[in-house]
């Protein structure tokens, strides 16, 4: 009752827009969430412990969100993993590893601090074990991310081969013991490929044929889900097409099916009512982006849907599958499309 008689003298957007000039976490709509508990994980990497206001829908493990952080002036958007299982106080935990070229790594790893709030986006992912068959965890670097979180919630067989440079850049191992001691059913593996002297639980090599004959030998009876950069990820669909089942997911964005076209289409932007020459051969977010076209993105590698927008009309190609799109009025994934015909979107 109270929101419906403040809402003929507020817009939305002004209350919200300054709910996060002023830190406040009560808004209209817009999921919003303050940092409550910040520590220090592994080499170059932070748990962040948000406390998200009431328009946070809440999540299953091994899902993602968006979180948005001015930068210099300028609001950017990424996705991360939740790295920890729903829990009944409602903290959410994400866990960034400061990138080199990563500006909004480098912002919440080093001065983002508790008390800060941020935009974010309600939950989304499929990531997610089976609850029957036996599963297969395979993370490399910090893509151990959102398998911590399923570990959290294991209730069948579940295996954990776990790739880092070193013992420094391991992260949750302490996490990792007490979760094996509480829970039978899980097994876990590290593996280490710049360490020179190893303990007694680390193994030596990257992710082989060998590797998973020797840790895993049940696995065409496995449920597979690994997480990391896209040349694991691509190794672990090759190694592991005997499985019972595969769900992958990259946090850099998956080898393309490129083209070396160089031709260009005329793309009109219906909104800014704008028309540009992009070029055939790249995605159209780069594309855009090129031209001083900012559009909404999140994850850049197709799955958190923040830069989708309406096509139109026009013809598109989907980067990692190759499908065509040709249907006018269809949404389109603006960072794993290419045009292949003028293209009218609704920007």
Known sequence: MFKELLKPFAAEQITDFWA????????????I???VKRQIEAKDTVNLWLKPNRRFLGFNAGQHINLTVQVNGVYLTRSYSLSH????????????????????????????????????SQAFGDFSLNTKNPNLLLAAGSGITPLMSLLHTATSQTTLLYWAKTRAELSFVAELKQLKKANPLITVHYFLTQEKELLSHEHHGRISEEILTKFV??????????????????????????????????????????????????????KSQK???LPQGQSLLNALEEQGVYPPSGCRMGICHSCSCQKQSGTTQD???????????????????????????DI
Do not use: M
């Open 275 to 277: 028309t540009l020459s």
């Open 217 to 270: 030998p049940d696995l065409a009876n496995c449920h597979v889900l690994a997480c990391g950069n896209s040349g694991f990820v691509e190794q672990v669909k090759t190694l592991t097409s005997q499985a019972s089942s595969l769900q992958v997911e990259a946090f850099t964005p998956l080898i393309p099916q490129t083209t070396d076209s160089t031709e260009t289409v005329q793309v009109y932007l219906s």
């Open 20 to 31: 996060k000039e002023l830190g406040l976490t009560w808004t209209w709509h817009k999921p």
């Open 85 to 120: 299982a729903p829990q009944k106080n409602g903290l959410l935990r994400i866990t960034i590893k400061q990138e080199a070229q990563g500006k909004v790594s480098q912002y919440l790893t080093q001065q983002a601090q508790v008390g800060d709030t941020f935009e974010i």
């Open 319 to 345: 980067l990692q599958n190759g499908d065509i799109n040709q249907e006018p009025n269809n949404a389109v994934r603006l960072c794993v499309s290419r045009a292949q015909s003028d293209l009218v979107l």
């Open 33 to 35: 969430a303050r940092i």
